[in-house]
């Protein structure tokens, strides 16, 4: 043991945290992409095709986190960095989060059917799941897991963010053996609502419950409100949930434009999330590296080392651009193999052209989020205030007019060129400022 620990000590801690989020994420990732070929058997295309919109709900719930979590994983970097105390802060965000879930527990009950009418309505299965509480299911239970989800930003803030990549593999295991054991012993009959649990609630259970593991201890001081840093948590919050609600509304824009313009072609919905679920394989690996390398650039950037940062951004960019330009060759390579066995008997759309515009569309992608990492770990925040607006409006009005004219590959042309109009230059130019 005393080996290990020696072997270990060798390696920075974002290493060992990148390492145990890549390991995690080709779990996860994997466990995403096969359970595409269960969840078709088990519900067939048109109720997947429900599925897929109804899951791509789950990427707006953290809207309802308020970027507390990261404004508290900045504030502990920060005064790990200055040796304070931030014990109060961690209980003022607890508190902050109770408040949270109950307010938007509400909302999400009152709002779901309208939220549900709308998304499903001219899907031909409208009719039958109309009293189906589709929505509440999802945005409930992903409501947990996402208030409970801030001892994951606490984690990585005191560089033990292996814990944090331990827990999604393990949900998702729970998962695919759920899924499989339905689909074997055909339990529930094709039933939307019981897959969408599958692959929500034990995500939930097990981020809960470390949750609460970890929260035990400052539980006596539930009732005891530090006003100061309450509002030290809020005012941050705020500023990186303004940037949170910009990159949430362009980034599933597509689902909602999909739903309107091509709810009749389940087979071009299907080809797309499988395609795209493939491609994130590879971005979550490098998402999660950057993930890791956050609580190290808030503290170096607060020690004042801009020029060793502004060399990690770049040593960061080749590294992705990399990947992703293997990826793309890979999965082009693979591609027929990949949809013969993730979704056997569905009508495949031009798959070499998809996976070009998307391969395409990943790179710059990764270029922008390597930039949005390093500026948003030092609270470099207004920039994105000032020109993601415009980035959603072009990207919404292009995603439903190239749609409407090509289909699938015109939610992707959408999504280029809104990055190529506005962030692909902006955010290299304030970077430039901010670390040279």
């Given amino acids: 043991m005393q080996k290990i620990k020696s072997f270990l000590k060798q390696f920075s801690r974002h290493w060992i945290t990148a390492f145990s989020a890549w390991t995690s994420k080709i779990i996860v990732s994997l466990i995403q992409i096969i359970s595409i070929r269960e969840l078709l058997l088990y519900l067939g295309e048109e109720r997947y095709s429900v599925y897929i919109i109804a899951f791509s709900l789950t990427a707006w719930l953290p809207l309802a986190e308020l970027s507390v979590g990261t404004s508290l994983q900045n504030y502990i970097s920060q005064h790990r960095a200055q040796n304070k105390n931030y014990d109060r802060h961690v209980v003022s965000a607890f508190q902050i989060e109770i408040f949270t879930f109950l307010f938007f527990a509400i909302v999400i009950f009152f709002l779901s059917p309208f939220v549900q009418n709308l998304l499903f309505r001219k899907f031909a299965l409208a009719a039958e799941i109309k009293n189906m509480p589709i929505v509440l299911t999802v945005c409930l239970v992903s409501l947990i897991f996402i208030c409970s989800s801030i001892i994951h930003k606490i984690y990585y803030a005191v560089h033990k963010g292996y814990i944090s990549n331990i827990l999604p593999a393990l949900s998702s295991i729970i998962s695919m053996i759920l899924i499989v054991i339905f689909r074997k012993y055909h339990i529930g009959g094709q039933n939307i609502i019981y897959a969408l649990l599958i692959f929500l609630l034990p995500q939930a259970i097990v981020s809960f419950t470390f949750f609460a593991a970890y929260f035990r201890r400052y539980i006596s001081k539930l009732f005891t409100f530090d006003f100061t840093s309450i509002k030290d948590i809020l005012v941050?919050?705020?500023?990186?949930?303004?940037?949170?609600?910009?990159?949430?509304?362009?980034?599933?824009?597509?689902?909602?434009?999909?739903?309107?313009?091509?709810?009749?072609?389940?087979?071009?919905?299907?080809?797309?999330?499988?395609?795209?679920?493939?491609?994130?394989?590879?971005?979550?690996?490098?998402?999660?590296?950057?993930?890791?390398?956050?609580?190290?650039?808030?503290?170096?950037?607060?020690?004042?080392?801009?020029?060793?940062?502004?060399?990690?951004?770049?040593?960061?960019?080749?590294?992705?651009?990399?990947?992703?330009?293997?990826?793309?060759?890979?999965?082009?390579?693979?591609?027929?193999?990949?949809?013969?066995?993730?979704?056997?008997?569905?009508?495949?759309?031009?798959?070499?052209?998809?996976?070009?515009?998307?391969?395409?569309?990943?790179?710059?992608?990764?270029?922008?989020?390597?930039?949005?990492?390093?500026?948003?770990?030092?609270?470099?925040?207004?920039?994105?205030?000032?020109?993601?607006?415009?980035?959603?409006?072009?990207?919404?009005?292009?995603?439903?007019?190239?749609?409407?004219?090509?289909?699938?590959?015109?939610?992707?042309?959408?999504?280029?060129?809104?990055?190529?109009?506005?962030?692909?230059?902006?955010?290299?130019?304030?970077?430039?400022?901010?670390?040279?």
């Fill in 236 to 436: 941050r919050a705020f500023k990186l949930h303004g940037v949170g609600i910009f990159t949430t509304i362009y980034i599933q824009t597509d689902y909602l434009v999909i739903s309107q313009t091509l709810a009749g072609n389940p087979n071009e919905i299907i080809s797309y999330s499988i395609f795209t679920r493939v491609f994130f394989f590879f971005s979550f690996i490098y998402s999660s590296f950057l993930a890791s390398v956050w609580p190290v650039i808030s503290e170096m950037y607060h020690q004042g080392q801009l020029k060793e940062i502004w060399k990690m951004l770049k040593r960061y960019l080749l590294y992705g651009f990399i990947l992703m330009t293997a990826g793309t060759v890979g999965v082009m390579i693979f591609s027929k193999m990949i949809f013969h066995i993730l979704a056997p008997g569905v009508d495949i759309i031009n798959a070499h052209l998809l996976i070009l515009i998307l391969g395409f569309y990943m790179i710059i992608k990764t270029w922008n989020d390597t930039f949005h990492v390093f500026l948003q770990s030092v609270n470099v925040l207004r920039i994105f205030w000032i020109f993601m607006p415009f980035e959603i409006i072009i990207n919404a009005a292009a995603q439903y007019f190239f749609s409407k004219q090509f289909g699938i590959y015109g939610i992707i042309f959408g999504l280029i060129i809104s990055v190529l109009a506005t962030s692909f230059w902006i955010l290299p130019i304030k970077a430039r400022k901010v670390f040279s």
